[in-house]
């Protein structure tokens, strides 16, 4: 029987993964140099070093949080960017294989900087196959891979990048779990909340794993490429204050014109609400980076 015994989220946008001094080289790789709108707040160079180091000070805090909760294994519930499904995509699926192995940046670090360092982690093939015939019991056909269509393909920024500055030492076997949050027909807000009420019952009936924490990746608000990308403070907050009250299933009726583009990856959050049930959120920070722009979102909650 398995304890989901935490649950941790966090934003995974590129501008986290390198200093604010090379914010600019990455705004050319995303937005091909275009500047955001002009009625958008401007950041001193002194605000955007104080963003960005907040953000690494939630990220420790939550990398103290798992070391604290003596947990047997880290899901990782994320969004794959055609990084793994080239070709197909599955509104959910399991990475059941040995390794966890990807670029510890994203690609558009990657792309504006040219570092490319790689990093790997021990994956949980038991844990990971022992969700399929769980989850397909409670009506949801988990795909699964252990190797990707393509062999030169990785788990992709949603998992590997933030594992640096999430995972304790030792490290934890993982196992990343995908979420469709960009390619039509994505789940709706509803779905992914029963998605995430199954994921803590099936967890119930595995057998060999103790204490198991749930990481969830991405969000919140953000439209990274669109010409008149913006944050929605009030769209992030209202999500963060339903968790933090226990009132996580209030975020099934999200509508899907909402959940478009970055921001929809809010759907991962939805999950682990899905997870956690009418237990209260402590939220972290909430860290709305215009440069980006981006709304970065923190929290927790400690079930075990």
């Avoid at 304890?3 to 993964?17: C, E, G, I, S």
């Avoid at 998605?195 to 967890?203: D, H, P, V, Y």
């Avoid at 299933?249 to 929809?264: C, D, I, N, R, Y």
Wanted: net charge negative.
């Amino acid at each position: 029987m398995a304890t989901v015994a935490l649950v941790v989220a966090f934003a995974h946008t590129p501008y986290l993964f390198v200093p604010p001094a090379r914010w600019p080289l990455l705004r050319q790789a995303i937005r091909g140099g275009r500047d955001v709108r002009a009625d958008l707040p401007r950041e001193s160079d002194a605000e955007k070093a104080a963003k960005h180091a907040r953000c690494l000070d939630a990220f420790a805090r939550l990398r103290d949080s798992l070391a604290k909760a003596r947990v047997d294994a880290l899901i990782v519930i994320g969004d794959d960017q055609r990084e793994l499904f080239r070709h197909l995509v599955a509104p959910f699926a399991v990475w059941t294989g040995g390794r966890v192995a990807g670029r510890s940046l994203p690609g558009r670090v990657v792309e504006a900087s040219g570092e490319d360092a790689r990093a790997e982690y021990t994956g949980h093939p038991a844990l990971a196959r022992a969700l399929v015939p769980g989850m397909g019991g409670r009506g949801f056909d988990l795909a699964f891979l252990d190797a990707a269509e393509d062999p030169r393909a990785m788990p992709g920024h949603a998992f590997v990048p933030p594992l640096g500055y999430l995972m304790p030492e030792p490290a934890l076997p993982v196992v990343p779990l995908m979420v469709n949050c960009y390619y039509p027909p994505q789940p709706a807000a509803a779905r992914c909340h029963a998605f995430g009420k199954a994921l803590r019952a099936t967890l119930a009936e595995v057998a060999g794993v103790g204490r198991v924490a749930v990481a969830v990746s991405g969000g919140l608000w953000h439209t990274p490429g669109q010409p008149d990308a913006t944050i929605d403070e009030a769209f992030d907050r209202g999500v963060l204050d339903a968790l933090a009250a226990g009132r996580g299933e209030a975020l099934t009726a999200l509508p899907e014109a909402a959940l478009v583009s970055g921001t929809g990856e809010v759907r991962n959050w939805i999950v682990g609400a899905g997870i956690t049930g009418e237990v209260p959120w402590s939220v972290i920070d909430y860290v709305p980076i215009w440069y980006s722009p981006i709304g970065a979102g923190f929290a927790e909650c400690v079930l075990d």
